[in-house]
């Protein structure tokens, strides 16, 4: 049973365009929700996190929207450059005393075309 | 910012024998770390949960005896796959979340990850 889903594994964009990449989950004891970027050979990076008291949170060109009634999230980026070609991974937990491991989605591949 | 190191990056080794991955947090101390194995083309799979100066926890299906986690300190834990077979060639991540105080909501950072390999 996967408690966080990416139902897409792949999706391609033009540079310059937007990307937007989507996550569902089923666990409604989930209220933290971060996205990693990971390349190839190479652990993830942390990229942006929302906590459940928020819908929106943005770092730049990076943006996640959070739909608790929907159990859905989404990470925004633009405007989309080649270098964020990488598999993004989308992952939750409940808010803790910090000993509770991350549930990860199967990941999302991102190719920007230039 | 938070730096988790894992050792080594690639490792090929026979069949039958043991490999011992490392996993340190280099700027923070880490009471508890995490093992996650990835498959080609899939998510990152929790293994277990390191503790510090405790037993770790290991999730359904991870065989404990063949997967020896050992969290000595409190910046260093240690994965040793035992007598391995390819069908233990993976990647293995270890990550740690650097301590905020409290109820802590700081991501979990993680390392470069081991490519397995057992021929």
């Known amino acids: 049973d996967q408690q966080v889903k990416q139902n897409s594994p792949s999706l391609s964009v033009q540079e310059g365009r937007i990307s937007i990449l989507n996550c569902d989950y089923t666990?409604?004891?989930?209220?933290?929700f971060l996205w990693y970027k990971k390349y190839p050979a190479e652990g993830p990076t942390f990229l942006i996190s929302i906590s459940s008291i928020k819908d929106k949170n943005e770092d730049g060109r990076f943006t996640v929207f959070l739909n608790k009634s929907a159990k859905h999230l989404s990470l925004h980026i633009v405007p989309s450059q080649p270098g964020d070609s990488a598999v993004y991974f989308c992952a939750a937990r409940p808010s803790d005393s910090g000993n509770t491991p991350l549930v990860f989605g199967k990941g999302t591949r991102l190719s920007v075309i230039a | 910012g938070a730096v988790v190191s894992q050792h080594p990056s690639r490792v090929i080794c026979k069949s039958g024998t043991s490999v011992k991955i490392e996993c340190r947090s280099l700027?923070?101390?880490?009471?508890?770390m995490f093992w996650y194995r990835q498959f080609p083309k899939q998510s990152l799979m929790l293994m277990a949960t390191s503790n510090e100066g405790s037993k770790a926890t290991y999730e359904q299906g991870v065989e404990k005896d063949k997967f020896l986690i050992n969290h000595a300190s409190l910046t260093l834990s240690t994965l040793t796959v035992t007598s391995a077979h390819p069908e233990d060639s993976s990647f293995y991540i270890c990550s740690a979340r650097a301590p905020a105080g409290g109820l802590d909501n700081s991501p979990l950072h993680f390392g470069n990850g081991t490519r397995l390999t057992v021929t």
């Open positions: 700027d923070f101390q880490a009471t508890t």
């Open positions: 666990n409604s004891m989930f209220d933290y």
